[in-house]
């Protein structure tokens, strides 16, 4: 499995489950997708998302997700220091623990999900 349009389509249906999650999970106004759900896209991209190893669908998958962990553990605590620094320092508000855990949330779904759909889009070239 390791053709190159099977990649591609891997890589659509995981672009695809980014976007549905994305668009359905974290709208933050029901008119789009939570703004910081896009940032995280970007932030993965700059840290390396898609550079992963493997060269079948199914390696490709396995890496991205098991070769992704210290990056993923990387976005957790800038996820949790950066959110707790904005809304406790900056903005005087009390600790906002559902608020925490959404933005951990969006951080993880997005990055593992962009790193899966770059890293069977990059292989596929």
Same mark, same amino acid.
């Given at each position: 499995? @390791?053709? =190159?349009?099977?990649?591609?389509?891997?890589? %659509?249906? %995981? +672009?695809?489950?980014?976007?549905f999650?994305?668009?359905?999970?974290?709208?933050?106004?029901?008119?789009?997708?939570?703004? @910081?759900?896009?940032?995280? *896209?970007?932030?993965? /991209? *700059?840290?390396?998302?898609?550079? /992963? #190893?493997? /060269?079948?669908?199914?390696?490709?998958?396995?890496?991205? &997700? =098991?070769?992704?962990? !210290?990056?993923?553990?990387?976005?957790?605590? &800038?996820? +949790?220091?950066?959110? !707790?620094?904005?809304? +406790? #320092?900056?903005?005087?508000?009390?600790? @906002?623990?559902? #608020? /925490?855990?959404?933005?951990?949330?969006?951080?993880?779904? %997005? %990055?593992?999900?962009?790193n899966?759909?770059?890293?069977?889009?990059? =292989? *596929?070239?």
């Amino acid at each position: 499995m @390791d053709n =190159k349009y099977v990649l591609m389509i891997m890589g %659509s249906i %995981s +672009l695809v489950i980014w976007f549905f999650v994305g668009v359905t999970y974290f709208a933050g106004d029901m008119g789009g997708m939570h703004p @910081d759900y896009w940032l995280v *896209a970007i932030l993965a /991209t *700059a840290l390396g998302a898609g550079s /992963t #190893g493997g /060269t079948c669908a199914m390696s490709i998958a396995v890496e991205g &997700v =098991k070769g992704y962990i !210290n990056t993923l553990i990387m976005l957790v605590i &800038v996820a +949790l220091v950066g959110h !707790n620094v904005i809304a +406790l #320092g900056l903005r005087g508000e009390a600790f @906002d623990m559902m #608020g /925490t855990l959404l933005i951990v949330e969006i951080f993880v779904v %997005s %990055s593992l999900f962009w790193n899966l759909t770059v890293s069977y889009l990059k =292989k *596929a070239l």
